[in-house]
């Protein structure tokens, strides 16, 4: 492969992310605009692959954290639109314009503000964010409420064209603060509407979408099941439809030798030979995201389980192999081999977090390559990219 120099890759599966943004859409009904989050570099994957992929399969708007985000969408040219669902600066109004992305609005002191300080004539397309129970962005009374919905009526530079909210607990089955949640925006949205009706209303993430499909209104933000992960471990039995993961991460045995019994291995001798043993040399580590707490955790070779011994370096980490293998072997630390798998799932059980986390943490380090129609259609090196850009 011309685009990168090392053999460590992550495959991000395309045809599995159009599979279940389609089968999302069909859930929803085809009333129910899908907005796809590719906010992190798509959770990891790649935001323009993405972005393009989930637009082809229905979605039809694309929400990212920060402005940087957006524009990164932009420059690679994502024409559809993008709303920033974190807080943008106030000087920024005028980048947003030009790009021509959505901002979230939650605070009428930010609209005064920003108002003062835009001097463009194109409209800023907004949606007001309601903090019905998460506590993290968002007005939370009537009256915060209807201060920001009435400055931006009054003003020529905004246009109201949404309403969300975010749910802090739609992936857990007892669903009582979900309801709350529910009952609190439903309450503010009706003042809202008794003064304008934004045309975009939106409360659901994956877990809302994926559970309750009638009660969306008419947007969803779908992120994590996109990627073809669950939202939790306990919505796997309650899943309408099969999820497709698409990431996978590979990458192939560098040094391969025989060590007698009781040789220590890595930093600070945490393994020694049991017996003699064939120990393979990987060359990933925790500068890739595969971190110190992984000791221990299997990988795929030649079709079977190997676990990880000694430390994990920076670079490199060994693995005990099951018999001698030549340089050059496969070795897959998250995805399928001969009829194993281990998935995102399983190494967020054992770092003790969650599967979101897994993709988002494996760093630029690791170029990106990207199956379309079961074949390579893109390769992407973050570190070349990032040469390209120091040099101009
Ligand atoms: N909408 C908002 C406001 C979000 O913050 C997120 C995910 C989504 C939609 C998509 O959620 P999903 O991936 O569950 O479908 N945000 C985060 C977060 O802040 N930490 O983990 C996921």
């Not at 857990?172 to 809202?192: D, G, K, P």
């Not at 050059?328 to 190494?347: A, C, F, R, Y």
């Amino acid at each position: 492969m011309e685009s990168f120099h090392r053999d460590t890759w992550v495959e991000v599966d395309l045809d599995c992310i159009y599979e279940n943004v389609s089968a999302i859409q069909k859930h929803v009904t085809e009333d129910v605009s899908v907005i796809a989050v590719v906010k992190a570099n798509a959770y990891g994957h790649g935001d323009a692959q993405v972005a393009n992929v989930a637009l082809e399969a229905g979605a039809s708007y694309l929400a990212v954290s920060f402005l940087d985000e957006a524009i990164s969408l932009r420059r690679q040219g994502i024409k559809a639109p993008i709303l920033v669902m974190g807080a943008s600066r106030m000087s920024d109004v005028g980048l947003a314009a030009k790009e021509n992305i959505t901002l979230t609005v939650f605070q009428k002191e930010w609209l005064q503000e920003a108002e003062r300080i835009y001097k463009g004539n194109k409209q800023v397309r907004l949606h007001l964010k309601l903090d019905t129970g998460m506590g993290r962005i968002g007005a939370r009374t009537k009256n915060e409420v209807l201060d920001v919905v009435s400055l931006i009526m009054k003003s020529d530079c905004f246009l109201l064209e949404g309403v969300y909210t975010h749910f802090a607990t739609a992936d857990e089955l007892q669903s009582r603060y979900v309801e709350t949640q529910f009952e609190r925006f439903s309450e503010l949205l009706h003042e809202i509407q008794q003064l304008i009706s934004p045309p975009m209303i939106h409360c659901g993430n994956s877990a809302t979408t994926l559970r309750f499909p009638g009660r969306i209104f008419n947007a969803v933000r779908l992120g994590i099941a996109m990627y073809g992960l669950t939202p939790s471990p306990e919505m796997i039995p309650t899943l309408p439809f099969k999820l497709k993961e698409a990431f996978s991460l590979h990458t192939k045995l560098v040094h391969v030798k025989k060590l007698p019994k009781g040789e220590q291995v890595s930093y600070g001798g945490t393994y020694k030979t049991n017996e003699e043993e064939w120990i393979g040399t990987v060359p990933v580590g925790y500068a890739d995201g595969w971190i110190r707490k992984l000791q221990g955790m299997d990988v795929l070779v030649d079709g079977k389980l190997a676990p990880i011994v000694g430390r994990v370096c920076m670079d490199q980490f060994m693995i005990k192999l099951p018999y001698e293998l030549p340089l050059g072997t496969v070795v897959t630390l998250i995805g399928k081999q001969k009829g194993l798998e281990i998935s995102s799932n399983d190494v967020a059980k054992r770092l003790e977090t969650i599967n979101y986390e897994i993709p988002c943490m494996i760093s630029y380090r690791v170029p990106r390559m990207f199956l379309r129609n079961r074949s390579i259609m893109e390769v992407r090196n973050y570190l070349q990219d990032k040469l390209i850009m120091d040099k101009r």
